[in-house]
Structure formats: structure tokens, C-alpha cells
């Protein structure tokens, strides 16, 4: 009896209680509060990690993500093997659809309540974000005619019916340097009052003192309380290079603040995919002071 207490069967195999841990990462698991994929013990993070790339295997091997063929799916068929990030005219692929609503009934990774509003979120175009480099020379006039152009009481505009918001800055970038507006690329082009806006965004890219960077990019090399002037950084995951140059920005800013004509530190930068690395040596080759 002794034995079979010990003992403990999940999915197709037995396990000794004390050897049941999590299939990726090896952790101890309480039989109860783990998460099976493909019949295999996970602890929570690695399960979701684990589910989302099993469903994407079979998706790639035609599968669709899914077991039946009930409505959306069609086992893999042709709406489920399209790729179109523009989900704003057309329902989002229905394999997609699947996979986070099974995340979200079998394993509670958020509310199934909100999966609705959940899609609706993400067929929102994203905004057109960039951020003023804050080592060229010009960053403070740069900045001070948006703040000129945008004023505060004259915020939204009407673009075929729906309400935009004109450019401001983004709350939590700091000196007002990174910037936000709701109106997207096609109407900046098109739309006669944005002309001269989307001219003078081209034209600062172009010279280095602007980059287009999404909002959450901007976030991680803001972590870094400081950085000095001399300090080395290490990253590992660095393509396309939005985050990469911005690191090496502070450290321009910071030899700056310091009085100091050069940097010594250096970021060093790889990723694992050959291919984006390339747009990553483009990026960071760019005109501009931090290059």
C-alpha cells in the first residue's frame, strides 16, 4: 500500500511522487495543479508556453490548430493557412481564434468573458508611434514644435467618420521625447491637414533625429534606471534593432550628461534568426549623432 501511495498516474504514465515534475523545466509538481499538453505534466508557465507551441506545430502540418471541423475551422483549410496582419476589414484566422479561447477555457489564462473584447483590441489598427533621439542636437526643437503644432485643446480629429487622435506624448516616455497619434500611416499620406506632418516625420527619420518604433518597444531599454556612459550591454534578442539603437542612444545621452566627448561602453548586439539580423545592421546604420 505503501508502494501505490507512492505511485501517481497521468496521461499514459506512471510516475514515483517525488519524480513528477514539469516535463520543460524539471520542477517539482503537485499532481494537482499542473497542466497536461500532448499528455505531459507542465507547470503553469511552461504548459501555456508548451500549448501555444503544439497548437502551432499542427498548424503547421495542416492541422489548423484544431481537433474537428466544426465552425471556423475546416481542419486546416484555407482561411486557417492564411497570413494578413490586417485584421480590420476580415475576421481574425480562425486557427487563431481557437487557440486562445481553448487558452482561455482549459487553462485560465485570462477571463473567457473577455475573449470578445480581447478580439476587438486587436483589430484596432496600432497607433503610429516614434520617439525623438534624444542624442541628436536638434531633439528640444524637434520636440517643442510638435508641442507647438499639437496643442493640448486641439487633440482629436474626424477621418471618415471616426475620431482620431492627433499626436501628443506619450505619458510615460520620458521629457516628452516619445510621441503617439491614433491616425494611421495611409490617412498621414492622404489626408490634406496630416500632409505636412507626414512630410516633416519623413524628413526627421531620414536625417536620424526621429525613429518609428512601436509604444511597447520603447519600454524595455526605459527598465535601465541609469546607464553610464562606460557600461557594457548585452543584447540577445536584438532584430529588427528599434530597441538596439535606443540603447545605444542612452549611451550617448549619458556621455553627454557627463561631460564626456566619447562613450566608452558598446552595446553588443545578436539574435538568433540570420535573416533579421540583417534588418538589425540596417537599423543601426542609420544617419544620426548615436551611430
Known sequence: DADADALLTFGNTTYHRACFSCTACSRKLPSEKCISVDNRPYCDGCGRRAFIASRMAARKRGGGGGRGRGRGGGGGGREDRRVDSDWTQRAPPAAFLRTYKTLAEEHGLFDVEEFDAFVDVLRKPLPTTWRVNAACGAANVIKQRLLATFKPDEREV????????????????????????????????????????????????????????????MVPPLMFATIKSHYKILDMCAAPGSKTAQLIERLQVAAIDENVATPTGVVVANDSDFKRCHTLAHQVRRPGPHR
Open 158 to 217: 474626424v477621418i471618415e467618420g471616426e475620431r482620431h487622435l492627433l499626436p501628443m506624448p506619450l505619458p510615460w516616455y520620458p521629457s516628452d521625447y516619445g510621441w503617439h497619434t491614433t491616425v494611421g500611416r495611409n490617412h498621414l499620406r492622404k489626408v490634406v491637414g496630416l500632409k505636412p506632418l507626414h512630410r516633416f516625420l519623413v524628413a526627421q527619420e531620414e536625417s536620424g533625429n526621429i525613429s518609428r518604433q512601436e509604444a511597447v518597444s
